[in-house]
Structure formats: structure tokens, C-alpha cells
């Protein structure tokens, strides 16, 4: 709680400088409330001191809150992750529109908000400020705009970030709506200023303007994008330690939680992984899966078509993989993507002595059973298994799969409501294999199934992870 507040404070004291004032004293020798409407903000620099003056306002709201989220973020993150630039962002967005120094009046907020939420959120934001922009083209009212604007980056952030982002984004909502409220009711009556309709000069203007947010909104996009390549291995965070009087323990032995704990933490084989070893008398494989488990793998990033990419492991590493599983188990990673969506692959194990997983990977290819040997190639997976469903249950809904799930065609847009199953993807096999026992494997409940879905669902426990961390999605 308290780097939040500090990030709220060093975020205000960034926000309070306000560009506006700085630029027109040095462009006109007057204090900005004594030009045009008064508002310390780039549109009304730009409308009656020039444009080159309401750049540099642009630039400037932009920069301080630039800078505030970094200050933070840097500082901060280990301790709060990106809420210090939530916060940060939040704090410059409150010091621009109620600066100390002038009494808390300050501007309206709309650059510093844009460049705000579009470096928190690259995809969201940068919806929210074309949403934004188009309507006050369209209408010539900048109020209605920024209003607009807000709007739009409120679902982003809660299905982006969550429900303190979303609330934090509501409070937003509402400080634009109060800032823009007067000149909002004004050009619903017509006493507005349309300048952004009539005049030709300002609608040059407003061309500069949107191409430099293009221009902005593409570099975030290209560093959302660059974020999202980066490699999602997750290293152990346990020291190693001696397991070795775990490798003799028999079926007939009770471990304590703390034993499955201390297991968990240092092979990634968690309680059930651990029961289906002791099933099967083979706890001394936990030598080799341990060993496994703190070798850092190298990793290469290769494109399969066009723009998506996938990592794979570069060198022998998946030579020493172990796989815990059992028949009806879910393997899934996240070490694919394309462009800024890192969207994953799934697969059901058939055959867990033969090593035998069903999977449809991608178009022109149907669904079909493949060696999980190649799974190895992976450098980070989690291995899931329902909860409820016993090992004969597991097996029986196996059985369906392999005798109606075969040779589907293949179709990222295949959805869980078809009346007969005649297309899947990765992760919908899945869920069409256990709508049968009335589960519905899907996280979010949503229209669609995806690898995210998968990992974030209640129903499923996880088995086995390697190079990530399953408790972050859940």
C-alpha cells in the first residue's frame, strides 16, 4: 500500500507541471488564464498561441507522465508489479487536472490520460484514444472526446488488469467527466465552440494531432509487442536442496502437506503428480525431474508462419524431460505468439504409457494424435488434470475423444456452440472432451476457449509445471 501512495505522490508532483503555463508565458508573455478560454491544456495553446506551441504542450503532458511511470516502475515494480505505474499514471493525471500551485485548477487532463492508460495498457489504450479522437473529429467537440475516451478504457482494464485496475479507471472516468462536464452540457445545446468542424486550419490541426498519436500508439504497440516476445520461462524461485529421502517413499507412506510443499517447490510436481509417482512405485524419477527442473534451457525463438513465432528449446535439455501424466491429463504452454497476443497451444493425453497426446495444431491440419515427445521442444508447460473425475472416469472420456474427435478440421474460430462437432483448436478439444462429464473447462465462461482459459479454470489442478509459474493465472 504504501509504494502505491508513493507512486500517487511522485506521479502529482510530475503531473502539477503544467506545460501549458510554462509554453504561453514563453510564446506570449501572458499567464495562460488570460488566453482564450483560460484552460491550461494543449487545445486551447494550440488554438490561439499556434501550433508549434500546442505541440510542445502535447510533448510536454506526454513526457511528464512518461516519466513518473517510469520513475516508479523502476523503483517500484518488484514490489507492487505494474501497479506502480498504474498508480504513478493515476497521480501525474491528478496533479495536471488539480495542481497545488494554482489552487487545484489545472487542465482537463486529456493528453496525460492518453499517454497514461496507452503505456499501461498498449492494446486498450490505444482503442480509447482513437475512439476518442474519431469522435471529436466527427463531432468538433473535444469534451465529448475525452469523455469518450474514458469510457472506452474502463472494460480494457478490467479484463486486461483487473478489478483494481478497472476501479482506478472509473475514478478516471469520473475526474474527465467533472473536468469536461460544463463544455460537455455546452455543445449539447450548441454554445460550444465547433472550431474543429469549420475551420480548415484546425482541421489541419487535428490531422497533425492524430498522426502523432498514430505515431505514439504504434511505438507502444511495437514495445507491447517486444514485451510480449519476450521469453516466458519462469526460474524456480527455492534454492536447491536434497529431496533424496523422498525417492524411496512407498504408496503405503503419508506424506504431510509440508512434504508435498517442499516437492512441489523443487521438482514443480505438485500433490497430484506426486500421488500418480507413488501409484506407480516411481518416486525415484523425482532425481531426474529435479535435475530437470533447475537447468535453465536454451531457448530460440523460431517463425512458423509469417507472424506468429514459437520458442523452442535449443539444446538437449528435452532429452531429460519427464512427464508426469496420466490418461485424460491437459498439457498446455504458452510459448507461442503472434505480433502482441501470446495465444499458446493445448493437448489431451491419450496414452500416457505410449506417450500419446491429441492435439490439432493448426489450418490444414485436423486433429489428430501425435508423439508427446516433441512437447520437450517446449521451454515452459503445465500439465492439469479435473479434479473430480476419477481414473476410470478420465479413461471413459479419453475413449470418446479418440472415437469422435479425430480429423476435425481445424479453426481458431471455433466456438463451444455448435450443434454438431465439426471444427476444434487446441484448446476446444479439450473442452470437447469433458463437456461429457458436465464440466466446462473455460476460466472466463466466455463464448471461446483458449490456453488461458484452460490454466485459469477451478476445476482443473495442476500436476506438473515446468518454466512457469501456474499460481499467477489463478
Not at 59 to 82: P, Q, R
Not at 369 to 395: C, D, F, G, M, Q
Request: charged share 20%; hydrophobic share 45%; glycine share 10%.
Amino acid at each position: 500500500m504504501i509504494y502505491c501512495l508513493i507512486s500517487i505522490l511522485i506521479g502529482y508532483v510530475f503531473g502539477s507541471f503544467l506545460t501549458a503555463c510554462f509554453v504561453a508565458k514563453k510564446y506570449t508573455g501572458k499567464d495562460i488564464s488570460e488566453i482564450g478560454t483560460g484552460n491550461p491544456g494543449m487545445a486551447n495553446v494550440m488554438a490561439r498561441v499556434g501550433k508549434v506551441p500546442g505541440l510542445l504542450v502535447l510533448l510536454g503532458d506526454v513526457l511528464k507522465t512518461a516519466l513518473a511511470m517510469g520513475i516508479c516502475s523502476f523503483f517500484f515494480s518488484e514490489s507492487i508489479g505494474d501497479q506502480a505505474a498504474l498508480f504513478a499514471g493515476f497521480g501525474a493525471l491528478l496533479g495536471h487536472n488539480f495542481p497545488f500551485w494554482r489552487k487545484m485548477k489545472g487542465g482537463k487532463g486529456v493528453a496525460a490520460t492518453c499517454a497514461w492508460i496507452i503505456l499501461y495498457m498498449p492494446f486498450g489504450g490505444i482503442s480509447a484514444a482513437v475512439a476518442g479522437g474519431i469522435i471529436t473529429v466527427l463531432t468538433g467537440l473535444l469534451p465529448l472526446g475525452a469523455v469518450i475516451i474514458t469510457v472506452f478504457e474502463i472494460p480494457f482494464a478490467f479484463l486486461e488488469k483487473g478489478s483494481l485496475a478497472g476501479g482506478v479507471m472509473i475514478v478516471s472516468f469520473l475526474i474527465m467527466l467533472y473536468r469536461n462536464f460544463p463544455g460537455f452540457i455546452r455543445g449539447f445545446k450548441n454554445e460550444e465552440s465547433r472550431e474543429f468542424q469549420r475551420s480548415r486550419s484546425t482541421k489541419n490541426t487535428v490531422g497533425t494531432i492524430i498522426t502523432i498519436l498514430l505515431v505514439i500508439g504504434l511505438f507502444c504497440l511495437d514495445l507491447w509487442m517486444v514485451n510480449c516476445s519476450k521469453e516466458t520461462y519462469f526460474e524456480p524461485e527455492a534454492l536447491r536442496e536434497d529431496i533424496s529421502s523422498y525417492y524411496t517413499v512407498s504408496s503405503e507412506e503419508e506424506l504431510s502437506v509440508d512434504d508435498y510443499e517442499e516437492i512441489f517447490a523443487q521438482t514443480g510436481v505438485a500433490k497430484a503428480g506426486v500421488e500418480s509417482l507413488l501409484r506407480v512405485n516411481k518416486m525415484y524419477l523425482l532425481e531426474t525431474i529435479q535435475e530437470h527442473f533447475y537447468t535453465t534451457p536454451e531457448i530460440k525463438e523460431t517463425i512458423v508462419q509469417l507472424v506468429r513465432h514459437q520458442e523452442r528449446v535449443s539444446d538437449a535439455r528435452g532429452a531429460k524431460t519427464i512427464f508426469v501424466v496420466e490418461e485424460g491429463d491437459i498439457i498446455v504452454t504458452l510459448s507461442s505468439y503472434a505480433g502482441g497476443w501470446r495465444y499458446g497451444h493445448a493437448g489431451l493425453i491419450v496414452d500416457a504409457k505410449e506417450g500419446l497426446v491429441l492435439e490439432a495444431l493448426t489450418y490444414g491440419e485436423p486433429s489428430e494424435i501425435r508423439s508427446l515427445s516433441h512437447w520437450t521442444e517446449y521451454p515452459a508447460y503445465v500439465i492439469l488434470r479435473p479434479k473430480n473425475l476419477s481414473e476410470e472416469e478420465r479413461e471413459e472420456f479419453v475413449q470418446y475423444a479418440k472415437d469422435n474427435l479425430l480429423g476435425l478440421e481445424y479453426d481458431l474460430f471455433a466456438n463451444k456452440n455448435q450443434e454438431e462437432i465439426e471444427k476444434t483448436h487446441c484448446s476446444l478439444i479439450v473442452w470437447q472432451t469433458y463437456q461429457k462429464a458436465g464440466l466446462d473447462l473455460d476460466g472466463d465462461g466466455g463464448y471461446f476457449v483458449t490456453p488461458y482459459d484452460l490454466i485459469s479454470d477451478d476445476d482443473l489442478e495442476v500436476v506438473m509445471e515446468y518454466g512457469m509459474d501456474y499460481n499467477s493465472f489463478n
